[in-house]
């Protein structure tokens, strides 16, 4: 994930110019950076640790993971019990992704992926979301004014090419008509509630399974810890 997030920041050239990094909060990359970067600090000392027997780095690796796990369960009970207040928030940070859509090439790329590859939505809570936007919004002087971008498009099977005008005018009103049939008209907020109702079971498996892989990775490590200490305390004697 590191190197991920590395290698998007070189092909914006970012390093380069620091300056584009206008908002921290709408950088996919910088996500990648951030959790790359903490998942390599931690397993390096707690492999390290292991490897070496040096308590020192399984105790940082204990007490890094011990609360990190403690954080991520009391985010899930406050996601559980504020759910409008997450759902709100949610919501606010896709707007403000719909409003820079082409401010960032990885945030544009993540907003098409999931309008058009995931939940096949188009906007917030409907496609008319997308008027926030300076350059679909009705009064701009742009040939895509009063449009929709071409990840709102339902795919056409007879198309062999791929039609990236597909959604120009279709917030006018002439589409009344066919724009069910043209562009995705539901909201990426009810379509992503539908989808993690639906697939409750498989998000539930792999968040235990992570959780057990957190817990077992602390026992093991506070285990190797104690043998490391007992048999020092052997050759003391």
Known sequence: ???????????KDTFQNM????NITL????????????MFILSFFG?????RENTCLLLFFLVSL?????????????????????????????????VNYRDD????????????????CCGVDDYKDWESNIYFNCSSPGVEACGVPFSCCKPDNNQELINRHCGFGMMKTEHDFDRGTRIYTSGCIPKGEEWLESNIAPVAGVAVGLG?????GICFAQSLRAEIHAQRAKWTL
């Open 1 to 11: 994930m590191l190197a991920i997030g590395l290698w998007a920041w070189s092909e």
């Open 19 to 22: 300056s584009k990094l206008t």
């Open 27 to 38: 950088d996919p990359a910088l996500l990648f950076i951030v959790v790359g970067m903490s």
């Open 47 to 51: 492999c390290v640790g292991a490897l």
């Open 66 to 98: 011990g609360p990190l796990f403690i954080l991520e369960i009391l985010l899930v009970i406050l996601g559980v019990v504020y759910r409008d207040w997450v759902r709100d928030s949610v919501q606010s940070q896709v707007k403000n992704m719909i």
């Open 105 to 120: 090439l990885d945030l544009k790329n993540l907003v098409d992926w999931v309008q058009q590859e995931w939940l096949n």
């Open 212 to 216: 057990t892989l957190q817990i077992l």
